[in-house]
């Protein structure tokens, strides 16, 4: 081999050297510094606590309105990655308890399985429910007057879903998803 060559292929390992040491460098910060790689707080929870925040579901369901009591939670939809492929979404599930005149307007729908409840919702449950898909994501068991809600969605939603008939009753209620409700 001559000279040059052994010269060539020396810097050439040197340079490889450098660019291995580099790149363990860049991974060992990666875990320490999660924004170096584009990566998000890795120590922040994928899910949320339950909420009892009704004003939210209303909004975003407005034809379960008047809801006697809701408990809802968000989770990541997926296992997270560093760096991201892609915006994290999402996903809502919950449980709303509405009047029984709301669960009887509601549309006839189709019989639905048994929904995979997260494991922190579980206790708000009815027994024994027998779901019904009413459509918009939602699963009504008529005889509790309970709807199991899922949504996903890479940002919180602003885009109501459709209404449902007035329940029967010889005046409308002050509630009712035609009227506004008190601010």
């Excluded at 081999?1 to 860049?26: D, N, Q």
């Excluded at 009704?54 to 909004?59: D, F, Q």
């Excluded at 449980?95 to 639905?112: K, L, N, Q, V, Y």
Aim: charged share 15%.
């Amino acid at each position: 081999m001559t000279r040059p060559a052994k010269l060539a292929l020396i810097i050439t390992a040197a340079l490889s050297a450098c660019v291995i040491a580099a790149c363990g460098v860049a991974l060992a910060l990666r875990d320490w510094v999660p924004g170096l790689a584009g990566c998000e707080d890795p120590t922040r929870p994928p899910k949320t606590a339950v909420f009892t925040e009704k004003v939210r579901i209303e909004h975003m369901y407005p034809q379960l309105q008047p809801i006697q009591s809701v408990h809802w939670q968000e989770h990541e939809a997926r296992a997270r990655s560093c760096p991201q492929i892609g915006p994290m979404d999402y996903e809502m599930n919950g449980f709303a308890a509405i009047t029984p005149d709301r669960a009887a307007a509601a549309p006839e729908g189709s019989a639905a399985p048994t929904p995979d409840v997260p494991a922190d919702l579980r206790p708000f449950a009815p027994p024994s429910p027998h779901w019904e898909d009413v459509g918009d994501g939602l699963l009504l068991d008529r005889a509790s007057a309970t709807v199991y809600f899922t949504r996903i969605s890479s940002q919180p939603s602003s885009s109501p879903g459709p209404s449902w008939p007035a329940p029967p009753s010889s005046r409308p209620s002050p509630l009712s998803p035609s009227s506004p409700g008190p601010s």
